[in-house]
Nanobody
Framework: VQLQASGGGLVQAGGSLRLSCEASGFTTDYYAVGWFRQAPGKEREGVSVISSSGESTYYSDSVKGRFLVSRDNLKKTAYLEMSNLKPEDTAIYYC????????????????????WGQGTLVTVSS
């Protein structure tokens, strides 16, 4: 089971980036996928989660209205579209998979995410 996050980079404040999370070694159709981030000197925090069907999503208050999570199960890939980026969005972004397949996403429930990718760095300059 492997997850690979990509798409990070350096962007100016107000700009956009799209992160991808590609899975290999397992069928993602029954896994929720979450995006998390960790800024320097801070604890990891949840950003967004999408259910296996894609019908249920959840966002942290800090990104709600600016980020959009989606997935393409045929491609075994989840995406995080980030717009109106702010310097405080600077962090390493990780994707993770939750095999418990919740139908409705009501929170991050981080302990349920058993498989983690290596992360991709997003840097937002002011």
């Amino acid at each position: 089971v492997q997850l690979q996050a990509s798409g990070g980079g350096l962007v100016q404040a107000g700009g956009s980036l799209r992160l991808s999370c590609e899975a290999s070694g397992f069928t993602t159709d029954y896994y929720a996928v979450g995006w998390f981030r960790q800024a320097p000197g801070k604890e990891r925090e949840g950003v967004s989660v999408i259910s296996s069907s894609g019908e249920s999503t959840y966002y942290s208050d800090s990104v709600k209205g600016r980020f959009l999570v989606s997935r393409d199960n045929l491609k075994k890939t989840a995406y995080l579209e980030m717009s109106n980026l702010k310097p405080e969005d600077t962090a390493i972004y990780y994707c993770a998979a939750n095999p418990y397949n919740p139908k409705f996403i009501t929170g991050f429930h981080t302990a349920s995410f058993l498989f983690w990718g290596q992360g991709t760095l997003v840097t937002v300059s002011s």
